[in-house]
């Protein structure tokens, strides 16, 4: 399984950008799809994830309100809509992919396969 991250870049304060995350093989709809970062000199933390039916999304207190995670099944794609982007969002953004759906999903470790990452540059 092959995970392809995209739609990274450099942004004002204020301003959205939308990441995708392009998944190869069939069995994308049986996988929860989670978004990860890691800014420079801190550790990957969670910002969102979604069920494999799209039927729930779970954030982090610290982008709730202003990331939105969907996916489409049809296109083996997931992504991440950021809106009203800050500073602090400055990371390498990672899409990942759970095979069994653990209830897990804050944890890094609950996810079998993951992209190369994109970097989100929020300027102030």
């Known amino acids: 399984v092959q995970l392809q991250a995209s739609g990274g870049g450099l942004v004002q304060a204020g301003g959205s950008l939308r990441l995708s995350c392009a998944t190869s093989?069939?069995?994308?709809?049986?996988?929860?799809m989670g978004w990860f970062r890691q800014a420079p000199g801190k550790e990957r933390e969670f910002v969102a994830t979604?069920?494999?039916?799209?039927?729930?999304?779970y954030y982090a207190d610290s982008v709730k309100g202003r990331f939105t995670v969907s996916r489409d099944n049809a296109k083996n794609t997931v992504y991440l809509q950021m809106n009203i982007l800050k500073p602090e969002d400055t990371a390498v953004y990672y899409c990942?992919?759970?095979?069994?759906?653990?209830?897990?999903?804050?944890?890094?470790?609950?996810?079998?396969?993951w992209g190369q990452g994109t970097l989100v540059t929020v300027s102030s």
């Open positions: 990942a992919a759970d095979r069994f759906g653990s209830s897990s999903y804050r944890a890094w470790l609950s996810y079998d396969y």
């Open positions: 093989g069939r069995a994308f709809s049986t996988y929860a």
């Open positions: 979604i069920r494999r039916n799209g039927d729930g999304t």
